[in-house]
């Protein structure tokens, strides 16, 4: 029998999401966004998941667009909707899935924004001067050096255990979206970097040590209950360190740099495939989108620096 109340249906799925999908924590929270808007709008219409329509779900998704929402946010909302009625139909919950013939507004064909090797570098000077203390200098220089030579993604990033980055290896382990792990090599000044903010990481956790607080596991630890620090505050740092570089904020974000670590290395000669594996993608398709990205910056290359280039 189907639950009576839809936070029953939507914690649900998404155990269910956790075990047999191996969806991420992440991807799992904004499923769980999605559909508990859905399942309001729903409310004040006086439905619920167990009697909706088609219909309804073509008018949220109208809804939607009217608010203003984006192609792509309005495309994972339908996704959303329609592995939950998956789940529902499965578990005989529901004899259909509404949501399964809808033609969603698909995502909008936009390449990555992506930094300039000069930019990079800026950056990454600029990193050396943000922080209250050296301690926390020395952290946000590690920081952006690890974003930059490995092309992690942010969650990536502030999970990475302490224990990968003992002993100044030449590689660590990562472990990415799914729980799927690979292999990504640190550049020589990454590792110096990192092997600075650890003597220094550690002269801090052991001086709490001795006054009864536990130590980290993490390389960046952090105050919050999750024990790391957050993506949200690599976000804001990487604005502040932007402008201390004179680059304009909006054009910073964690993944700015992740895409530029795939466009320089594709630009330097890298093969498409390992890109794909530095990265963890699981479709190349994915990862050709820097092809587009790189014919871009050629092309701007012609028309700007050519000497029969025409204004």
Same mark, same amino acid.
């Given at each position: 029998m189907a639950p009576a109340h839809p936070d029953q249906w939507i914690s649900a799925f998404l155990a269910a999401a956790a075990a047999e999908l191996d969806a991420a924590r992440n991807t799992r929270l904004a499923y769980g966004r999605d559909l508990k808007d859905f399942a309001a709008w729903l409310a004040r219409r006086g439905e619920s998941f167990a009697t909706a329509t088609r219909a309804d779900v073509e008018a949220y998704l109208v809804a939607c667009e009217a608010e203003g929402l984006s192609k792509a946010t309005r495309a994972r909302r339908l996704s959303s909707i329609?592995?939950?009625?998956?789940?529902?139909?499965?578990?005989?919950?529901?004899? #259909?899935?509404? !949501?399964? /013939?809808?033609?969603?507004?698909g995502a909008s064909k936009s390449l990555p924004k992506t930094l300039?090797?000069?930019?990079?570098?800026?950056?990454?000077?600029?990193a050396r001067t943000k922080g209250r203390s050296d301690a926390e200098r020395l952290r946000n220089r590690a920081l952006l050096e690890l974003l930059y030579a490995t092309g992690m993604?942010?969650?990536e990033l502030v999970e990475l255990p302490v224990a990968a980055l003992r002993g100044d290896p030449a590689m660590i382990l990562v472990r990415g979206k799914g729980d799927k792990e690979r292999m990504v090599p640190l550049s020589s000044p990454a590792r110096t970097?990192?092997? #600075?903010?650890? !003597?220094? /990481?550690?002269?801090?956790?052991?001086a709490a040590r001795k006054q009864g607080v536990l130590p980290s596991k993490y390389l960046f630890p952090g105050p919050g209950a999750a024990g790391h620090l957050t993506r949200q505050h690599v976000h804001l740092m990487l604005k502040d360190i932007a402008?201390?570089?004179?680059?304009?904020?909006?054009?910073?974000t964690?993944?700015?740099?992740r895409h530029a670590f795939a466009t320089h290395l594709l630009a330097g000669g890298a093969d498409l495939r390992v890109i794909q594996t530095l990265l963890g993608h699981a479709d190349l398709a994915t990862t050709e989108i820097y092809t587009h990205v790189l014919d871009e910056h050629l092309k701007h290359l012609v028309l700007t620096r050519h000497p029969l280039a025409r204004k």
């Open positions: 329609r592995q939950l009625y998956r789940f529902a139909h499965e578990e005989g919950w529901r004899a #259909d899935n509404p !949501a399964l /013939r809808i033609t969603g507004p300039t090797i000069e930019q990079v570098d800026r950056l990454l000077d600029a993604r942010v969650s970097a990192v092997t #600075d903010w650890l !003597a220094t /990481r550690d002269a801090v956790e052991e402008v201390l570089a004179g680059l304009s904020p909006a054009m910073v964690p993944h700015t740099l």
